[in-house]
């Protein structure tokens, strides 16, 4: 998976907000400043300035903690300011190369403004093992659960991820939704792009098996990317097709690069990034259907179940236009097929390092 990083595109400044008691003096909260409005993104398409994708309300605060597994870095936990109870919160695994939590800022800012909570924790690129990298997101994640209580609500939660951390999301999703810490009781779901190989650390069961023992109210999105030449697209097939999630409680999405008033809409492996192509894709492509993920596993609400798997509705695959101009629609579908030979890939299917090999089609 690519590691280029490039250079941070400014964005909101991050607020400090709720104390409380179970905070050690390890632990650091960001300094109440005055919110910054950032309304840029790059290219002609600005913003939804209302509806699913449109930035909410809140103000966004920052703890951060020592990662128990990478020393030197720091678990950070982004909330909306001011809350006075626990929100359901996503649990996001980051791609190779994105140990920074600026690589992905804009997306962490749009889930606290909306009310939720993000835990990220940076695991080291080059690193000893895979197994140790699961091990990294994984404590980092149970120690966010176990130390702030007030400010995580695990009966409503998520696990997304991009990449590598896309491959990860399923294994530490299944420890995590089943026994004996059965998160997200009330509300659950995965939301994978563009994943790379997924592997079962520390379980005696079997990849095949946990796809096929997810809690029955369990939701999910799969995203790929056309234009990506890094993880083939069989990877995140596999999975979709595997996973026992009904039809009707998931999607397949396919993203297509799209060029507006000269602007080229990339759909490369490093979408979604704040550090690259920041713009609408991030926005109507990734939030849009990630907050109305949000709203339908943890809310029930219908309308938008339309919009996060709407089995190909308008409301669901339409983007936005300029001038006349639209970008190119999303594709969804509940049976995907490769559109590309394997040898597109770095990370094809077929390698001996997916533990899933026989699974390719």
């Known amino acids: 998976m690519k590691t280029k990083l490039l250079p941070s595109i400014s964005l909101v400044v991050l607020l400090a907000g709720l104390s409380t008691a179970a905070c050690t003096q390890n632990d650091n909260e960001s300094t109440p400043t005055d919110p910054v409005v950032d309304n840029s993104l790059q290219g002609p398409i600005q913003k939804p300035a209302s509806g699913y994708g449109s930035d909410g309300p809140y103000q966004v605060a920052e703890i951060d903690f020592p990662n128990p ?6 678990v950070s936990i982004f909330y909306p300011k001011g809350i006075t109870s626990p929100r359901p919160t996503i649990f996001f695994s980051h791609p190779y190369g994105g140990e920074e939590k600026e690589y992905n800022i804009g997306l962490y800012n749009f889930i606290a403004k909306k009310g939720y909570v993000v835990v990220f924790v940076p695991y080291r690129t080059v690193d000893i093992s895979i197994d140790h990298r699961y091990e990294t997101l994984w404590k980092g994640f149970t120690t966010a659960v176990s130390n702030y209580p007030n400010i995580i609500d695990t009966k409503k939660v998520g696990f997304m991820g991009h990449s590598f951390g896309g491959g990860a999301s399923i294994d530490l999703a299944y420890k995590a939704f089943n026994a004996p810490y059965s998160w997200g009781e009330n509300g659950r779901f995965l939301f994978t792009m563009a994943p790379w190989y997924a592997f079962n650390w520390d379980s005696p069961v079997s990849t095949q098996y946990q796809l096929q023992h997810f809690p029955s109210n369990t939701k999910m999105i799969s995203q790929v990317y056309d234009d990506d030449v890094t993880n083939d697209h069989r990877l995140a097939i596999d999975i979709y097709k595997n996973i026992t999630i009904p039809d009707s409680e998931k999607d397949f999405i396919y993203f297509k690069t799209s060029t507006v008033a000269g602007y080229t809409y990339l759909t490369d492996h490093v979408m979604p990034t704040s550090r690259k192509a920041y713009d609408a894709l991030d926005y109507y492509g990734v939030y849009r259907l990630l907050d109305a993920m949000m709203d339908y596993s943890w ?13 190909g509705s308008a409301a669901q695959v339409t983007m936005p236009s300029y001038n006349g101009q639209a970008m190119a629609p999303l594709e969804v579908t509940d049976n995907p097929t490769p559109k590309y030979p394997q040898g597109k890939y770095e990370f094809p299917c077929n390698s001996s390092t997916n533990p899933r090999i026989t699974y390719c089609n």
């Open 69 to 74: 597994e990478y020393s030197g870095t720091q």
């Open 299 to 311: 809310n029930g609400n219908a309308a938008a179940k339309n919009v996060a798997l709407g089995n």
